[in-house]
């Protein structure tokens, strides 16, 4: 039988507080605000789904009124200032605001065709639309993301008109008129309401619309049940909870804190009553709800992001990072198993149902997502994917007596999943305005150029300084919005280096493709005969160099080959991508580490360094995805380099935390992290892997033993 009710009731109260702690302050005083919200997400989430259906309005019109009404929605309900919540005033100017951003919509079809006869020249209303819509979305990116991503929206657009022409050195920008400026962020398909806006009123919205559906009919509930039933009879079982719901989760909520809350609110109680520190339980709450933004199928805003980067198939992208999440989850369950041994944590009954009684009672939560990943194998585009599941989500929830989704139920969904989306895409919107100052200026190019010539070849170096510079964004930034810049800006340099370091391999080798070699003949026709055998690494990277870049993306094609390149460069923006997500478990900005410290009342700093240390996966699996092959489609080799670094990271755990089964000596510890380097690093022969799994064995159970021995000992109280 399942828990009472009024068990999960009372779990529920802490976390209901933790989580409006980390919400913006809304304007639910004012009944007519809500409903009015409520009416205009519904009819926002069935336009969407139009849109993305039967529509033949051209994108621009679509991704404005994208902008326009889920700008009404943040300007009704997120207030300039939590003291103006209740000011009626306030109110009053808000609601010029949204009327505003309504009349900047209407006025592009009305103005469209008048200002192109006009060779694109403005007139008074052109200037007044254009800046009013910059506007909005800077304020209203501000009411609900905070100061940075403002400042940085000025900073980009003042570089273009103003101080650019003031800058020197590679940084140097000659500058366009202001006029072209607005122009090209209102009017062009490269601005606000560019690709960045076309990927949220598609993709993104229709999967966070699929992920309110799915908390509507019930599926959370399910989702926990599952890992209660699954873990919550071993020992260290309320810490297995954690890492499996909020990894199941991160595929239903769109948020890592909205993760951590609905999770955390069960699985840290548990963890510490079952014994588990405070501080511990915490932490790995925070850093499981982190991961959730890594499972595939969904993988939260950034995955759609990278296939319209990349070109690549959305379902490529999830299909290759399914080994990868699996190695981040089972590195935080590593950490779970060693604490619960050293703490002496007991068993906790959860549940007294059995894993597959649970599976087989909530068998039709199982159909919304077999249906997506069913349909993305067929090759149907994501938005029709989740547009399908969607409607599979209604018809499974009839199976359930008491989440049955009827017309009320699908108008809460509705409304829900647009209040989900309004500040996703308000930030988005204003994020393309930081993409287009970045093409237009040529920036990205000179960035990538500059760690480029700061890593000089080296990737590790290079992994470092991304590593870096994701921290940094990430503390003013959310990791959509970090993997936007920081991807525009270093992806195409990594991905360079990524796809250099296999040439230098082929021509280390003496396997250089003959069709490769004519490049060569174009560029070095007098050290063709270098090339028909081996050769050292420092004479391969000469070669290289004196290939012009104008050849060079040939000469990578004909080398590799198309896929092999097409996979350095998704396994760069993957790799952008994990590093993005470090800044939610990594002080001083760590929210999601926060808001777990919330629930376990720990100190909140003191629980962020815990959940940066747990999350040790974020920094190691970017590493695997550049220098192995990791991320590829032969699946024997993905599976080995899964299973050595599997093993590789909970020997660096131990070596880390001094302990497996057992405590362990520093001799052992010394063991352990060579044992880790020589599973996870790259090139390692496979007898010596072979052997290092065996000496990770065999001190796994010297641990266990020498634990046993010493308690066998210990006087019966």
């Known amino acids: ?21 980390f919400e913006l302050p809304t304007r639910d005083d004012f009944p007519w605000v809500t409903t009015t919200i409520t009416v205009l997400g519904v009819v926002l989430s069935v336009l969407h789904i139009w849109f993305n259906t039967l529509s033949t309005l051209p994108e621009l019109w679509i991704s404005a009124t994208h902008f326009a009404g889920f700008a009404v929605i943040c300007a009704l309900w997120y207030p300039a200032h939590i003291s103006l919540k209740r000011n009626k005033i306030a109110l009053a100017v808000d609601i010029f605001i949204a009327l505003g951003a309504v009349a900047c919509l209407l006025y592009i079809p009305y103005a469209e065709d008048a200002l192109y006869a006009r060779g ?61 400026l607005l122009y090209r962020s209102y009017y062009s398909s490269e601005g606000m309401f560019g690709a960045i806006t076309r990927i949220s009123w598609t993709f993104v919205f229709m999967f966070i619309l699929f992920g309110a559906f799915l908390v509507r009919s019930g599926v959370g509930d399910y989702i926990i049940n599952v890992a209660r039933a699954a873990a919550g009879k071993i020992i260290g079982g309320p810490g297995f909870i954690a890492v499996i719901g909020s990894g199941l989760m991160g595929s239903v909520s769109g948020s890592s804190v909205a993760n951590t809350v609905s999770t955390g609110v069960i699985s840290i109680p548990l963890m510490q009553k079952a014994g588990f520190p405070s501080r511990f339980a915490a932490g790995v709450e925070a850093s499981a709800s982190t991961g959730g933004q890594l499972m595939p199928p969904v993988m939260g805003a950034g995955a759609f992001i990278m296939a319209s980067y990349t070109q690549i198939p959305y379902v490529d992208i999830i299909a290759v990072s399914l080994v990868p999440a699996l190695i981040y989850f089972l590195s935080v369950s590593f950490f779970v198993r060693i604490e619960a041994k050293r703490s002496g944590v007991q068993k906790i009954v959860t549940t007294e149902d059995s894993l597959l009684m649970v599976l087989l009672r909530g068998w039709h939560n199982l159909i919304p997502l077999a249906v997506l990943v069913t349909l993305l194998i067929k090759g149907f585009t994501p938005t029709y994917a989740a547009g399908i599941s969607i409607i599979s989500v209604i018809f499974a929830s009839w199976f359930s007596k008491e989440h049955r989704m009827g017309p009320k139920a699908i108008i809460e969904a509705l409304a829900q999943g647009a209040k989900n989306m309004a500040t996703t895409a308000i930030l988005l919107v204003g994020i393309g305005l930081v993409v287009n100052v970045i093409s237009t200026t040529g920036i990205g190019n000179t960035f990538s150029l500059m760690i480029d010539g700061w890593a000089n070849g080296d990737l ?16 003013g930034l959310p990791v959509t919005a970090a993997y936007i810049v920081l991807g ?9 280096l990524i796809a250099e370091n296999q040439l230098l391999e082929l021509l280390v080798s003496g396997q250089l493709p003959e069709q490769a070699k004519a490049i060569f003949m174009l560029a070095a026709p007098d050290k063709l005969d270098l090339l028909n055998a081996p050769m050292t690494m420092e004479t391969a990277k000469q070669m290289v160099a004196l290939v012009p870049a104008d050849f060079m993306e040939t000469l990578l094609e004909q080398s590799l080959g198309l896929e092999t390149v097409s996979l350095a460069l998704l396994a760069a923006h993957l790799i952008i991508f ?23 009342k720990t100190p909140p700093m003191r629980t962020g360094l815990m959940a940066w240390k747990i999350a040790k996966g974020l920094y190691l699996v970017p590493l695997l995805i550049a220098y192995t092959s990791l991320v590829s489609w032969d699946i024997a080799s993905v599976l080995e380099v899964g299973f050595f670094a599997i093993i590789g990271t909970y020997a660096l755990i131990g070596a880390i935390e001094g302990y497996l089964e057992g405590p362990i000596n520093w001799l052992s510890r010394l063991c352990l992290l060579m044992i880790g380097a020589l599973l996870v690093w790259h090139d390692i022969p496979l007898w010596l892997r072979l052997l290092s799994v065996v000496g990770f064995v065999g001190l796994f159970v010297y641990s266990g033993r020498k634990y046993q021995l010493q308690q066998s000992q210990l006087p019966v109280s």
């Not at 639309?129 to 501000?142: D, P």
């Not at 590790?460 to 503390?475: P, Q, T």
């Not at 997500?581 to 629930?599: E, G, K, R, W, Y």
């Open 488 to 496: 525009t800006l270093s992806a195409p340099a990594l991905y360079k």
């Open 1 to 21: 039988m399942s828990e009472p009710v009024k068990h999960q009731s009372v779990e529920q109260e802490p976390g209901e507080t933790a989580l409006e702690k």
């Open 460 to 475: 590790f170096m290079m992994l470092v300084l991304i590593a870096i510079a994701s921290l940094v964004l990430g503390m």
């Open 578 to 600: 994990w590093l993005s997500q470090d800044s939610n478990v990594t002080p001083p900005f760590c929210l999601t580490a926060f808001a777990a410290a919330t629930i376990a």
């Open 120 to 180: 694109v020249k403005f007139v008074t209303a052109d200037w007044v639309f254009a800046s009013l819509a910059i506007i909005i979305v800077v304020e209203l990116i501000r009411r609900t993301m905070g100061w940075f991503i403002p400042i940085l929206i000025m900073v980009c657009l003042s570089y273009v008109v103003l101080w650019g022409e003031w800058a020197s050195g590679i940084f140097h920008f000659p500058g366009l008129s202001l006029e072209t």
